[in-house]
């Protein structure tokens, strides 16, 4: 257990329903960040936050995703009208100085 | 951020040492190289990082020639526990503001 907790672990849904992630980082972390893994690949960087402002995004972030991280603690990753092709393992990871630290993940299946 | 290359899969027993090489030819000289272990179902944990020559920690071990187009990482004694997939990646030092490029990795299995 790393102490960055995700919710949920998994998640099926169909195709075009909208889904909501959360991120529950270490707490003096002020570093969070959003990757997408497919199954036989590396994660992909998908957003980072630095406190509650969010320095950084993919192009693979499409308009239907969207991330917040209110406050600079929990972050929620949404995504609209889901499709096929985001089913994944969503991943969270926190850091304040070095090392990321990494959730255990959120399996998304669109069906 | 410099593009790594890594073997995809390799094999090993119980006991042994393995060596796991990346490429990373185009290196800038502020990158440093940092791996990351990943199980199933679980997210990547870092293993170890450096900039040049040796890094030892209570895992693993980080040889890095003078040219730094390259890196070894080395596991000692190697257990069934160690089997995962390794990324090596390359990009500034962890504690400044970046995104971390991952690819798709070696996957280690240790045979009994």
């Known amino acids: 257990d790393t102490g960055v907790s995700q919710d949920p672990r998994h998640k099926i849904t169909k195709r075009g329903q909208n889904v909501t992630f959360r991120c529950d980082p270490i707490?003096?972390?002020?570093?969070l960040y959003w990757y997408r893994q497919t199954l036989g690949q590396g994660p992909e960087f998908l957003t980072y936050f630095q406190n509650e402002a969010q320095l950084e995004k993919s192009r693979l972030l499409s308009d239907r995703f969207s991330a917040e991280r209110p406050k600079g603690s929990f972050s929620t990753l949404e995504i609209q009208r889901t499709e096929q092709g985001d089913s994944a393992m969503y991943l969270c990871?926190?850091?304040?100085?070095?090392?990321?630290?990494f959730g255990e993940g959120s399996r998304l299946t669109v069906l | 951020l410099a593009k790594t290359t890594q073997p995809i899969s390799m094999d090993s027993y119980e006991g042994q040492e393995v060596n796991i090489t990346c490429s990373h030819n185009n290196i800038a000289t502020n990158d440093y190289i940092t791996w990351y272990q990943q199980f199933p179902s679980q997210g990547p944990r870092f293993i170890i990082q450096?900039?040049?020559t040796k890094v030892t920690n209570e895992v693993a071990s980080l040889f890095i020639p003078a040219d730094r187009k390259s890196s070894t990482l080395s596991l000692p004694r190697v257990s069934l526990s160690d089997t995962a997939v390794y990324y090596c990646l390359v990009g500034l030092r962890m504690d400044s503001s970046y995104k971390l490029i991952f690819g798709s990795g070696t996957r280690l299995l240790v045979r009994p």
């Open positions: 990871a926190s850091a304040r100085v070095g090392e990321l630290f």
């Open positions: 450096g900039y040049k």
């Open positions: 707490s003096e972390h002020n570093r």
